[in-house]
């Protein structure tokens, strides 16, 4: 079965810092013309960043589109500081909003954050043996942050009562117990 629209005509709408809106007319498979709405993002980075004393790092956040503060792990985009390297935004994120550098990181997974009207292509990253940073780098003039260090069940319980809304950092979480699980035989 052909599930492939044919794109016949692109609007930008917007073009924005951080995202460009754009208007698709589209041929679907059935020959019926639709209109698409999509959002392109520049690609980004997320880090679970856990402490030698078995705490994740969340940041408590204000973000306008909900007009709410959430408790999110570390993320950012990939830009020109990083010549489209995801490792080295998560890198540099960590030392913008943590002041952590890890001994180790590597990859979980990289996902569409939502694919239904955003381009927006994400990396997540485990982060351990952290360590104060020796260089801190510039953080972001408009980002106000409050970091908090949370055990995976006290994590758990903020995703149960709705403490935790944000998908990354609910993914980044089971990710953890799933990894506590195999490591240990069950969630610490």
Partial sequence: MNFEEKTLSEKTVFDGKVIKVAVEEVETPKGLKAQREIIHHVPAVAILALTDDHKMI??????????NTTLEIPAGKVDSRDSDDALHAAKRELNEETRFEAGKIKKISSFYTSIGVLDEFMTLYLATDLTPVKEKLPQDRDEQLVLEKVTLDEALKMIDVGEIEDAKTIMAIYYWQGMSNREYGSAK
């Fill in 58 to 67: 969340l940041e408590k956040q204000w973000r306008s589109p909900i007009h």
